[in-house]
């Protein structure tokens, strides 16, 4: 999914690998299959025998940010983290491009993140007022800050402390002359995994399609709460918490991570169609083909055109050269956008009634526009399954969605929203659905999953967000629906 017609995003990824000559094209292969994570810039980080950093970073996509064929080479280093973003918190200039750089007295630091911190606000209020200066207004380097003021005798102490102290959803990579930290926080919102080369040496990705990348082995994922230490001896296992449930992002599976990445041992592409055969199930539809959006609602197609009995065909032609929609400041560039990227194959439309799979529904842009691109092609009628449910309330753990009224299904009713995409029918995979179609199967609500776009019962406090929070129009009543999945229009 590198290039996505949606207006949904990750935060970023994160790549780190321990004591290997080539530790910064490692860097950069794993990031690069971490790319669909975030666009907005890129950084790599390497470990130099002295003990100090040297880094690359800049605006743009990996391959834009090392475009010189020497800029991989000039990293010299046994050890490195890289990182590829887009803020949902922080401004996009280059100083909040990651991994973050701290220059000590007697040593360096260097620092990657991955999600949103729910109390960033406060904290950075508090060390601001303690006389801490900030390189940066990115969350992030809210917990170096922290780190440096515990009263702890080791820098592992301090960070313990410290990570005791930050909310919300945080996957960190800290890498220091002695080791490469990886920390979870104690809900594991994002994904982070373990593998090893056949060299032996370890490395932590966001996914497991880097480790893929490098050809390295799955070892283990991260688990919430823990706090994993590499170095030359192999890895440790350390918790800062044991304070700990399990709810991972549910639209890790719906959309976010590569369909070739598993997450606690469940493969996202298979996940996804499981997703569509159960949207299918739920909503039995009378059509003659069934036309996934590119790309990450292929798998779903798949799905529903198994339970449907019907072909699934390549409908849409999607431009893989074009930006991310969701780049676009603005809602008419969004809209430009989305007419660069798709096209109807009016070859196979035309006639048809047909079904047209999606992974979720946003603002309903997208949306509208792709019915009526088949409608003009000749389609005679547009049936829409979306394989997740309704998308109602926002996200405060790392997903650029923070306001209630940027979304369509909190401010409108199904049927309401078929008018306005102009749709024959729209149809929800239900939250029952969802948690049975992806299969996690943890001792934990929903399996796992947090669902807390769906239904608004969200994990952990909201913090800083707790003012900023607006619950849709019908609280009670999307509540309701979202637990029973609202299918009909």
């Not at 050890?79 to 909040?96: D, F």
């Not at 598993?262 to 997703?275: D, E, F, H, L, T």
Request: contains cysteine; aromatic residues 8%.
């Amino acid at each position: 999914m590198a290039v996505e017609v949606k207006s949904l995003n990750e935060e970023c990824g994160v790549f780190g690998i321990w004591n290997d000559k080539n530790a910064a094209q490692l860097t950069y292969f794993g990031l690069h299959a971490l790319q669909h994570r975030g666009q907005e810039g890129a950084g790599i980080v390497t470990l130099q025998k002295d003990g100090r950093m040297k880094r690359q970073r800049g605006l743009g996509l990996l391959a834009d940010v090392f475009k010189d064929p020497e800029s991989i080479d000039k990293l010299d280093g046994h050890s490195a983290i890289g990182h590829v973003r887009y803020g949902t918190s922080g401004s996009r200039g280059i100083e909040n491009i990651q991994p973050l750089v701290f220059h000590y007295v007697d040593k360096d630091f260097a620092m990657a993140h991955n999600g949103n911190l729910t109390n960033a606000v406060t904290l950075r209020k508090k060390l601001e007022d303690d006389g801490a200066y900030f390189q940066s207004n990115s969350d992030t380097e809210v917990l170096m800050h922290l780190i440096k003021r515990q009263e702890q005798p080791t820098f592992e102490k301090q960070l313990i402390d410290a990570l005791q102290v930050i909310q919300g959803g945080f996957a960190y990579l800290i890498l220091t002359k002695k080791c490469l930290y990886a920390a979870l926080d104690p809900n594991g919102f994002r994904p982070m995994v373990i593998g090893q080369m056949k060299n032996g040496v370890y490395v932590v990705a966001s996914e497991t399609c880097a480790l893929d990348a490098i050809g390295a082995r799955f070892v283990r994922d991260v688990l919430p709460g823990e706090l994993i230490k590499i170095d030359d001896n192999g890895y440790e296992v350390l918790h800062f918490t044991k304070k700990t449930q399990l709810s991972i992002c549910s639209m890790e599976f719906i959309y976010f991570a590569r369909p070739d990445s598993s997450i606690y041992g469940v493969n996202v592409y298979q996940a996804r169609q499981r997703m569509g055969m159960q949207v299918a199930k739920e909503n039995s539809l009378d059509v003659d083909i069934v036309v996934g959006v590119p790309n990450s609602a292929l798998p779903a197609a798949t799905g529903v055109a198994q339970v449907l009995g019907v072909p699934d065909e390549m409908g849409l032609i999607k431009n893989q050269y074009s930006a991310r929609t969701f780049i676009q400041p603005t809602q008419s560039l969004r809209e430009k956008g989305v007419k660069m990227k798709l096209a109807a194959l009016e070859a196979v439309v035309k006639g048809k009634r047909v079904c047209l799979v999606d992974d979720s529904i946003v603002r309903g842009t997208t949306s509208k526009y792709i019915i009526n691109l088949l409608k003009e092609a000749g389609a005679t009628e547009v049936h829409v399954l979306i394989a997740s449910p309704p998308l109602k309330f926002p996200c405060f753990y790392g997903i650029d969605i923070e306001k209630t009224q940027e979304l369509m299904a909190a401010n409108m009713t199904v049927g309401q929203m078929r008018h306005q995409i102009g749709a024959d029918s729209l149809h929800f995979l239900s939250l029952e659905g969802l948690v049975d179609a992806v299969g996690l199967k943890q001792d934990a609500p929903n399996e796992g999953l947090c669902v807390a776009y769906f239904n608004g019962d969200y994990p952990t406090p909201l913090y800083d967000y707790e003012e900023k929070y607006e619950a849709p129009k019908t609280l009670e009543d999307h509540k309701l629906s979202a637990v029973k999945g609202e299918r009909n229009a």
